[in-house]
Structure formats: C-alpha cells, structure tokens
C-alpha cells in the first residue's frame, strides 16, 4: 500500500474541510441578516428622517400662523416689537428643535398694496431678509425659512438639499386688523 505524501494529505483536509463547510447551514441565517440588514437600516432611517422633516413642517407653519396673530392684531406694532423679537417668539413656539432654531431661522415680513402682488415669488427664498409688519389695513405676508440638517446620506439627494441641509418653508399672509396706535 502506497502512503499519500504530506501534500496529498493536506488536500484531502482541505477537500473534507471545504465540503464540510459548503454543507453547513448553522451561520446561513447570520449571513443572509448581514446582506438584508444594511438596506433594511438605511429604509428605516430615511423613514425616521422624513417624519422628522414633516414634523419640523408643520410646527414651523404652526408657529408662523400663532405669532403672525401679534402682527395682524397690532400687538408687535405697539409694543414695539422688532424683528429679533418676532424670530425669538417663533423659536419659542418650536421649542423641541433646541438651541439651532435661532442660528437656522430667517424670516422676511413684507406689505403689500394687493394680494396678487404678495403671490410673486412666494416661495423662493430672497437675498435679504425684510422686517415691515405694516399698521392697521395693511396686507402682510410672512414667510419662514429653516435650515434642517438632513442625516441620512440618500435624503439628501432624494430631498434636494443644499449643504446638506433642507430649507423648510411656511408662509402666512393677511390684512391687518384696523387696531389702536
């Protein structure tokens, strides 16, 4: 009988070591997890992500329709509100966004003689931001603009962001009730 040679011998460990391993199923589950779950993650994150931006939305459109009230009822006007003033309101209203609200916050506050001269680009962002709220019978529109940083890589593009950031927008417009000075 003729002895297989150390080489010989090492193939057939590395055979029976290979045909051991292609039929074990025990780490099938393990691996398969590993293939699903980074999409599955990336969904679920982008999930959370998108309600974030909704939520941010809707108290950003909450908070400039309460604090415009100041503005339509005169308040702002006769105590003598300013601009920083009417921002820190709108912060307050978005508490849950934290200390950023300042720093990602602009607000532009313009009159008009009409309202279908208000409508002209409504929701383009401009370059500098007004602060006029107008006296009593004035037509006012008030636009807020939020810088939300977006976390989730596909967001990103999937949401057209610049910088990484979404600017969130709401506007109110109204004729000012005929107050007291």
């Known amino acids: 009988m003729v002895r297989p040679?150390?080489?010989?011998?090492?193939?057939?460990?590395?055979?029976?070591?290979?045909g051991r391993f292609a039929?074990?199923?025990?780490?099938?589950?393990?691996?398969?997890?590993?293939?699903?779950?980074?999409?599955f993650l990336m969904l679920v994150f982008a999930m959370?992500?998108?309600?974030?931006?909704?939520?941010?939305?809707?108290?950003?459109e909450n908070a400039v329709m309460d604090v415009g009230r100041t503005i339509?009822?005169?308040e702002l006007q006769n105590s003598g509100g300013?601009?920083?003033t009417f921002k820190t309101a709108v912060c307050n209203?978005?508490?849950?966004v934290g200390a950023s609200c300042a720093g990602a916050l602009s607000i532009d506050v313009r009159t008009f003689a009409d309202f279908t001269s208000s409508n002209s680009s409504?929701?383009?962002?401009?370059?500098?931001m007004n602060f006029n709220p107008g006296g009593a019978g004035s037509i006012?529109?008030?636009?807020?603009?939020?810088?939300?940083?977006?976390?989730?890589?596909?967001?990103?593009?999937?949401?057209q962001s610049a910088n990484g950031k979404r600017i969130i927008y709401a506007a109110t417009a109204f004729t000012n009730e005929p107050y007291d000075r």
Do not use: H, N
């Open 23 to 39: 039929r074990a199923e025990r780490g099938a589950t393990a691996v398969e997890f590993a293939f699903v779950a980074i999409p």
């Open 5 to 18: 040679s150390p080489l010989d011998r090492a193939r057939l460990r590395l055979a029976s070591l290979a």
């Open 48 to 60: 959370i992500e998108l309600g974030l931006v909704f939520l941010v939305s809707l108290t950003l």
């Open 82 to 84: 300013t601009a920083a």
């Open 140 to 159: 006012v529109l008030i636009r807020a603009y939020y810088a939300w940083p977006l976390i989730t890589p596909l967001m990103q593009t999937g949401l």
């Open 93 to 96: 209203k978005m508490s849950w």
């Open 122 to 128: 409504a929701a383009t962002m401009p370059d500098t």
């Open 72 to 74: 339509r009822t005169g």
